[in-house]
């Protein structure tokens, strides 16, 4: 919801909200591979997917739209 309040593009939040939910997967490849000896890939994968939606992130803001007020304030 926060990304679309910002002044992002649609299509770009939806891939940087879908990319840090991937970001998930990299604390619980970490219990896995604590819990089930399972490989590190997901840990790897997580790690990345997180890494790319902070810098999506980044420059979608830093060429985003002005921002809209926040409700009940006025703009001089």
């Known amino acids: 919801y926060l990304l679309l309040q910002m002044g992002i593009a649609r299509k770009s939040a939806r891939w940087i909200s879908w990319l840090s939910l991937a970001g998930m997967m990299m604390p ?32 979608a803001i830093a060429q985003a739209k002005e921002m809209p007020a926040p409700v009940g304030t006025a703009r001089p």
Request: aromatic share 6%.
């Open 28 to 59: 619980v490849g970490i219990l896995a591979e604590l819990l089930l000896g399972a490989p590190p890939a997901f840990v790897l994968i997580g790690g990345i997917a997180m890494i790319v939606a902070i810098a999506w992130l980044g420059v």
